[in-house]
């Protein structure tokens, strides 16, 4: 499959030679796959939005090269690169009818009359707006809004859409189901979409690969699966939901096993972990919600006694702090059952496995 | 005039000075328009109601011809100055910075602050160093150079607070820059248009002193006639003619209110005023 979007080594400095000069892109490269959906997440100010508007065309590269479908798209303005944004604030147009802004791309296009008006219908129904086509977006609630931005940017048929933060001026409820309808509508049309969010959520839930951002940088692209499970780093590791960090020493090797001890003087085996010599110093992660919790055990068989220190209730699942008995604090995220067998109360003693596969070691 | 939770409206005494500022602003203007409907020809003698006067001012050729070169002048002025002003307020709002962008903001808005005695001589010796002399066109050139600023203000003010995430969109959507102005920019530009277009209209309407300055003979504006009527003493015809003179302002003014309501009511509270926070985070 051809690649959608390249970026080649791309910088972006505002400012250049003022005393307000900012690095909002440094040297990024990234290779968005054709009818991928693909995120770019990270906190604000990393420097998504200026990604996007440099796929449009909005902003040029102070360095590098960005290609559509293999074609450099250097020194082409906006209107003539086959990419549509969804703005993070709609930016509809108010002296037009729903229906005159999502026809407005394709009269731009010189379509035919009857062609536009097809193409119209069919988004609006796309974007279940159909019986709102005359009001003006006035008129119209902030997620009838943002469905009027995305009927409005698909109905060209772009090869890409660009969507910054469409969901974050929405409520909860709406959000979450923009979410799957987004994605649906990704499948429906194979249009590559190029997702911008600070919302891990939104992300993970979404996306088929993931480029996590943070400071201008790319700091990994992946799967949400390799994202979450496999974060390369400890910011990545952070951002994307809640994480233990364990500060340990490489103590030896068994059998496709790293043997650690902790600064507490633990001993935790982590599973197939890369390249390590004994002595190293090495921060192990642990997902919360790999934490298991026991009302009994013996410390031989690798449980860890601690105490409950915190209980946060979710509903779903509830969230523990745990002190263990040399001191550490971590973090376990448990689901809740309908017995209620297992939940733990502030100040309970229990009992806490750490198995070898849900371990990693963490880059630096 | 029902109370509102305005605390202002509380204070005592406040009515009364209301009704008199408003009397101060409107009484000579009632009382001029109440003369002119009187059949004396004695200025200040109340003898009768008659329309005598407006008839006569509508037999006279020479106010007749005042006023069509007044609304002649006023309308190629407007014509002039909002499309300067248009493309003034266009270049230095959204033209990004060049240098001299400050100089240009001060030089255009400059004549608002010239005192409108300097600006009269000031265009006249550059019309007679010239030699130059276009009749009509004289007294629209000046008036133009005056009402540029007038025009521009309210243009640039409703551009200063229009987002370009808009026109960005437009783009998006495959307009070249031109497409972009015609379909977006000038449509919601066009209140600020309006009120520029209006206020250069009026102004120019009822200059004085730069157009008896710089009006060549047959160039004579309505002002300019009412003045030299005023010469020969103020009759009732005077009250006639400032009367109609009034009335057609009032009616110029509540058709651009109306005209811009109508235009206003449609950007009002959309998308655009939630866009202009953030638009970069
Ligand atoms: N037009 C601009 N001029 C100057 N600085 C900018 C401009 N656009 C973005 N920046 C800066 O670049 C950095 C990245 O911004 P942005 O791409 O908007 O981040 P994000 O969308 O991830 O929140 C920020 O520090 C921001 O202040
Ligand atoms: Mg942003």
Redesign the pocket.
């Known amino acids: 499959m051809a690649d959608g979007v390249e970026a080649r080594e791309i910088v ?1 400095t ?2 250049v030679g003022t005393e ?1 000069e ?4 440094n040297n990024v490269s990234l290779t968005i796959r054709s009818n991928e959906f693909f995120t ?1 997440l ?12 440099l796929i449009a065309g909005f ?1 040029m590269p102070t360095r590098g090269d960005i290609l559509l479908f293999g074609e450099h798209m250097e020194d082409l303005p906006p209107n003539q690169r086959a990419v549509n944004t969804v703005f993070q604030h709609y930016a509809l147009f108010p002296h037009m009818s729903v229906a005159e802004n999502v026809a407005f791309g394709l009269r731009r296009l010189r379509k035919p009359k009857d062609e536009t008006d097809r193409t119209v219908g069919h988004m609006l129904e796309l974007v279940k707006l159909g019986d709102l086509a005359h009001r003006r977006p006035a008129q119209l609630s902030g997620g009838q809004q943002q469905r009027v931005a995305l009927a409005r940017a698909l109905a060209p048929g772009p090869k890409v859409l660009l969507l ?2 469409p969901l974050s001026a929405l409520d909860l409820k709406l959000r979450q189901a923009m979410r799957l309808e987004l994605k649906q509508i990704q499948r429906e049309t194979g249009i590559t979409f190029i997702f ?1 969010t ?1 919302d891990q959520e939104e992300a993970l839930s979404m996306s088929d690969r993931i480029a996590v ?1 943070s400071n ?1 940088e790319v700091q990994q692209v992946g799967t949400p699966h390799d994202i979450y499970e496999y974060p390369v780093n400890r910011f990545v590791a952070e951002f994307i939901g809640d994480a233990n960090f364990i500060p340990a020493t490489v103590a030896g090797f068994e059998t496709d096993m790293l043997v650690c001890s902790t600064v507490a003087g633990r001993t935790l085996r982590v599973r197939g972990s890369g390249d390590h010599n004994t002595g190293d110093l090495v921060t192990l992660f642990l997902r919360p919600e790999k934490v298991l919790l026991h009302r009994q055990g013996e410390t031989s068989s690798g449980r860890l006694a601690g105490e409950v220190v915190d209980v946060v209730y979710y509903g779903s699942e509830t969230s523990y702090r745990i002190r263990l008995d040399d001191g550490t604090v971590i973090l376990a995220e448990d689901r809740n059952m309908l017995d209620g067998s297992r939940r733990f109360a502030g100040g309970e003693q229990l009992f806490v496995e750490i198995g070898a596969e849900t371990l990693r070691v963490l880059g630096q | 005039m029902k109370r509102r939770h305005l605390e202002v409206g509380r204070y005592h005494g406040l009515g009364t000075w209301t009704v008199l500022c408003f009397a101060f602003l409107y009484l000579p203007i009632g009382i001029l328009i109440i003369y002119s409907f009187n059949a004396s020809s004695l200025a200040m003698t109340w003898t009768g109601f008659s329309l005598d006067w407006y008839a006569k001012v509508l037999r006279n050729d020479s106010i007749q011809f005042a006023a069509v070169n007044s609304l002649v002048i006023a309308t190629i002025t407007t014509l002039f100055a909002t499309a300067i002003a248009t493309a003034a307020a266009l270049a230095l709002v959204r033209g990004g910075r060049f240098t001299g962008h400050t100089a240009s903001l001060g030089l255009v808005t400059l004549p608002l602050v010239v005192p409108e005695i300097v600006t009269a001589v000031a265009v006249l010796i550059f019309f007679a160093n010239l030699n130059l002399n276009l009749g009509i066109g004289n007294v629209i050139i000046a008036h133009t150079t005056f009402c540029i600023p007038f025009a521009f203000m309210p243009i640039r003010a409703r551009l200063v607070g229009m987002d370009t995430s808009l026109e960005q969109a437009a783009r998006d959507l495959y307009s070249s820059e031109w497409q972009t102005f015609r379909h977006i920019t000038a449509p919601l530009l066009m209140p600020g248009i309006l009120s520029g277009a209006m206020l250069s209209f009026v102004i120019s309407l009822d200059d004085f002193i730069i157009t008896l300055m710089v009006a060549p003979a047959g160039a004579t504006t309505l002002p300019v006639y009412i003045y030299s009527m005023i010469r020969q003493g103020i009759t009732p015809e005077v009250n006639a003619i400032s009367s109609v003179f009034f009335a057609a302002s009032v009616l110029l003014v509540s058709i651009y209110w109306l005209l811009s309501r109508r235009v206003m009511s449609v950007p009002k509270g959309t998308g655009t005023s939630n866009a202009s926070g953030g638009s ?2």
Do not use: I, W
Not at chain 1, 22 to 25: E, F, M, N, Q, R
């Open positions: 972006k505002f400012g307000h900012v690095t909002a892109l770019l990270g906190p604000s100010g990393c420097g998504k939005t200026t990604m996007l508007r902003e910054d933060e911008v600070h951002m201008g | 970069r985070t």
